[in-house]
């Protein structure tokens, strides 16, 4: 069933978007179930999980963090991750360079856009983003390549529209910025529900697991 998602996905997927396999909860054998099948890219939201899938599967795909990362999870995560979607505080961002610069790495990030502006949720806020990203942009080892957005969670993905739009208007003023040490070419948004949507407003990333993986027991 996985080889079959993930072929379908990728024969959908316009040229140029990357596929990004969401695998929060799943086993090493799933995750390179979907590698067999053509995904280059996993996307895990614990560094811990990560840690597990990564020393079965190892380097045969690129890893993507994709959850919220804690500070003192940081110097674990800059040895698997290649790259960070959702950095979102200058704090997080010094604990990466410490460790980036101690391994002589220099780790591609993604702003992490809060665009519903929900208070218990990570991200910054959109009229915050460019002042982080100037702070960002000062560290020799972190390389801002553009955004990713969760979005508010709706069943109708026709709702998320709106947010998708948002973060695709602040990329663009943000490109436009042309701000030393900043490439604006990701956009990372749409999951399984959403990323029909999210790729009519401009992402070129999108992360998918239930899609690819069917649902996970507890849902």
Not at 22 to 35: C, F, H, M, V
Not at 102 to 113: F, Y
Not at 128 to 141: C, G, R, S
Request: net charge neutral; proline share 5%.
């Amino acid at each position: 069933m996985i080889r079959e998602n993930v072929q379908k996905l990728l024969a959908e997927l316009p040229p140029g978007v990357l596929l990004v396999a969401a695998a929060k909860g799943r086993t090493p054998q799933e995750i390179l179930e979907t590698i067999e099948a053509g995904v280059q890219i996993i996307g895990e939201n614990y560094v811990q999980e990560a840690e597990k899938a990564f020393s079965v599967i190892g380097r045969r795909a690129q890893w993507h963090m994709i959850g919220h990362l804690q500070r003192n999870k940081a110097k674990k995560a800059i040895e698997i991750f290649d790259m960070i979607e959702t950095l979102d505080s200058v704090k997080l961002a010094q604990e990466l360079e410490k460790h980036c610069a101690r391994l002589g790495k220099t780790m591609p990030v993604l702003i992490e856009i809060n665009s519903g502006r929900e208070p218990q949720k990570s991200g910054v806020f959109p009229e915050d983003a460019e002042a982080l990203i100037y702070e960002v942009a000062q560290f020799p080892h972190l390389k801002v390549l553009g955004l990713m957005t969760m979005g508010p969670r709706f069943g109708d993905p026709e709702d998320a529209r709106p947010y998708f739009r948002e973060t695709k208007k602040l990329f663009e003023r943000l490109k436009a910025l042309s701000i030393p040490n900043v490439e604006m070419r990701y956009l990372s948004m749409g999951m399984s529900n959403t990323y029909k949507v999210a790729l009519e407003e401009g992402a070129n990333i999108v992360r998918i697991g239930t899609k690819i993986f069917g649902e996970r027991p507890e849902e």
